[in-house]
């Protein structure tokens, strides 16, 4: 497996995975306290719709192409504007050709209090980054593999905030050092908010994985309460691409489940593909 952002921007899963970063930034925006992001895999931060690589796998126009088409209910669309409005702010001319990835959401959404710790090892992604940022004061991009970073930036001075956890799934023990990475930050900092990205191709990899997290939050004190997300575009075949994407939410702000079904109930249609798309929501357990 190989989803480096390069070659997923503006996909489907990217839709799912940054619709739900924005609304839990906004809710930590609801308290005047400051809050940290730390972002453990973040990629080159602006890519280019255009780009070979783009170009090549085409998703972003089954993906954010048709959301910004789509029409919604009142209710759905109060809940995405936000969203859809900081890719608008990458794309003045009115034509669609260029996406954003987490970095960029974040800093989009930071009050002048906030901070954002973003972590990239890979050389030509991170000076992309870096060159994205503008080398912004209250954006520190750290040359430092993300599984090393996770339990040494935890817990952060500011004591809010969120941990992205969105690995590009190079390596065959991916899963594993993810649920160990989630562990290890989770009891040292049990009180933040964790979201946890995978591709949900296997479904017996992706039960152990939301097994071993689940586990390990309840073991925390005080303990965390987590979502369980999977949306498909597609029925998932061992041959077929991604069609299936997962996010594990630990300590979600107790308004995202509510906002969640409103807003995924009306992307089945426009994400899908062969017909409308599929959705679970649950209760980690």
Known sequence: ???????????FADVIKHIVLVRILIYLQEKPAAFRVIDSHAGAGLYDLTSDEAQRSGEWLTGIARIMQ?????AAFALLKPYLDIVRAFNTGGELAAYPGSPLFTRA???????LTACEIEPRARAHLID??????????????GWTALPAFVPPNERRGLVLIDPPFEARDEFERMAEGFAKAFAKW????????????????????????????????????????EFSIAPQTAESALTSTGLL?????????SELKTILAELTKPLGQGGPGRYRLEAMS
């Open 249 to 257: 939410i630990v300590n979600p702000p107790w308004t995202l489940a």
């Open 1 to 11: 497996m190989n989803y480096r952002h390069a070659f997923h921007a503006g996909g």
């Open 132 to 145: 994205a940022l503008r080398r912004d004061a209250q954006a520190r991009v750290v040359d430092l593999d």
């Open 70 to 74: 789509a029409r919604f209910s009142d």
């Open 109 to 115: 959404l930071l009050r002048p209090q906030d901070r």
């Open 190 to 229: 049990p009180t933040g908010t964790y979201v946890l990205w995978y591709p949900a191709k296997s479904r017996r990899a992706s039960d152990e994985l939301a097994d071993r997290v689940a586990e390990a939050a309840a073991s925390a004190r005080p303990a965390g309460k987590g979502l369980r997300l």
